[in-house]
């Protein structure tokens, strides 16, 4: 069962399989890191065919799913460097006619994760969304385990400043001696 | 009033699963991705301006095309399958085609609790739906709907004499569940709060694996005794990152981590590194062989291969092969070559030589004769 030809249809298949697998994953870290679906199936789009096509290139490798989401964070990043960032139009607020608390407070932290600066939101997303230590947030990071705590603890501070919840007519509360 | 950590920690969980919580990827963008990838090194971005009129234009000439070949095939539908080997089983009886349709939503497993009912797991919108079928694949009822985000691939396996067990990964976790001899599923406690769990039938009994994703971890046995009571089965050797474990009977037992597999010879005490595969292939739960084996596959190569006792099938370059022993390993035999060339999502046998085979775009094949001669139940 070793022959040439049969070893690479099952390869490929067993790619295919692959990127299957993690395609949903792949897309709601995307949209998590972007908070734009349409950037999201872009960089989706990459991020899979960038899996697909390392393992194709190198036959004895076996895709894990922090190596993914170095490539999805990658394909992220290269897309926000080819598009400037999207601006949300104010009326996508739709500062609800009905106080919903759940939903005002929903679009505040989406304000306050865009306002961040991409490292802080990326490791946020890895901590919070793909529930990674910090251990394995420094793995996907590259960076050590003490740089990876420390930069978790500055983006949470940075994400609390951010986020100011608005009152119940959607005017943000803002903090005394600002205009 | 001001947030404390927790308070903060909570709300961005909360904010990114239920905002991501049905999140699904268009097939299309994934189509796209391995069309690009297992197709000419140039690199095609579609800019967004172009889809709308790309997707009007395929879906005039998809339409057009599917009447062309409705037109041209619509005599043939009677064709008998082809096969190219003949085989030392008996001459399979016909099996007529039904007009059986699979449940709605996107089958994602196929599983036999016994010889005369079928089982399949659909994901849909965020919810798993386990549907209970006749062999024949006519008639499907849905029994259990939960939610999940698919994390990672649900388990399903039966014990053969009326029990079986679904473990789904939720948002807070995975959740279990048993269907009783009457047939009603009801929840069941997981001992603990593992990031993989694994299910396998031993000598009738529901073995779980707990482990991290890690394989620098020990992965965990428990053995689920009377009254819904867990056992922790003391273990050796079993590292973490644990895709799939199933026991020949109930001493000899394999597990699958990467590419790596462990066996045991103790009832699951050991277990030893004997083999690293060329590629990563998660096999499936089988119980002994005096019960029927259950396929169900755990995501990637599961539905390549099928086990009943010790013996394995298993899908290569089109064709279905099988072979006595996993380990020590045996000689792999041809079976059949395959009459369909779709990918292959689940592959299912039983005792008697009764076997199916679920393929992507959600068709249904059944053999007679251990898999020498496929009908299709469509």
Known sequence: MRGGSGADTN????????????????????????????????????????????????????????????????????????????????????????????????????????????????????????DLTTLEVAEVLHISPTAARIRLSRARKRFKHAFEPSDAMGTPVRKEGKQ | MKRQKSDLDQLLREYFHEETREMSLDPAVLDRALGRALGPDRIHVETRWQRPWRRALSGLVGLAALVVVGLLLMPRHSAPLLHSHSSSFAAAHPVSATGSILPAGRVVALAASSPVTLWSLTYDHGLWQLWQGNPAGQSWQKTVEIPGNRREAPQLVFSGTGQGWLAVDQK?????????????????????????????????????????????????????????????VPSQGLPGGVSSLWFASPQQGFAQAGVARYTTSNGGRTWTNVLNL???????????????????????????LAILGSKEWAIWDGALWSRANP??????????????????????????????ILTGGGHLWTTRDGGHHWSLLK
Not at chain 1, 107 to 122: H, M, N
Not at chain 2, 329 to 334: D, G, H, L, S
Not at chain 2, 340 to 348: A, E, I, K, T
């Open chain 1, 11 to 130: 390869r490929q298949a067993a790619i295919e399989e692959w990127v299957e697998q993690y395609a949903d994953r792949v897309y709601r870290l995307a949209f998590a890191l972007l908070g734009d679906r349409v950037q999201a199936e872009d960089a989706s789009q990459d991020s899979l065919f960038h899996i697909a096509r390392w393992c194709l290139s190198h036959p004895a490798f076996v895709p894990t799913d922090a190596w993914v989401y170095q490539v999805t964070r990658n394909a992220v990043r290269d897309l926000a460097r080819r598009r400037p960032p999207r601006a949300v139009p104010l009326e996508e607020f739709h500062w609800v006619e009905r106080q919903d608390d759940r939903q005002v407070e929903r679009l505040d932290v989406a304000r306050a994760l865009a306002a961040l600066p991409d490292a802080d939101r990326e490791v946020l997303v890895f901590f919070y969304f793909l």
């Open chain 2, 172 to 232: 807070a976790g995975w959740a279990l569940f048993q269907k009783g001899h009457g047939g009603a599923w009801s929840a069941l406690a997981v001992p603990g709060h593992p990031q993989q769990l694994n299910l396998a039938v031993q000598h009738g009994h529901l073995l779980a694996a707990l482990s991290s994703r890690s394989s620098h971890s020990a992965t965990q046995l428990f053995l689920l005794g009377g009254r819904d009571h867990w056992r922790k």
């Open chain 2, 278 to 304: 060329q590629v990563a292939a998660p096999v499936t739960s089988a119980t002994s062989a005096s019960v029927p084996a259950v396929d169900v596959p755990t995501g990637g190569l599961d539905h390549h």
């Open chain 2, 327 to 356: 380990y020590p390993e045996t000689t792999w035999r041809r079976v059949a070559t395959l009459p369909f060339s779709q990918r292959v999502r689940s592959l299912v046998f039983q005792h008697g030589g009764q076997g199916w």
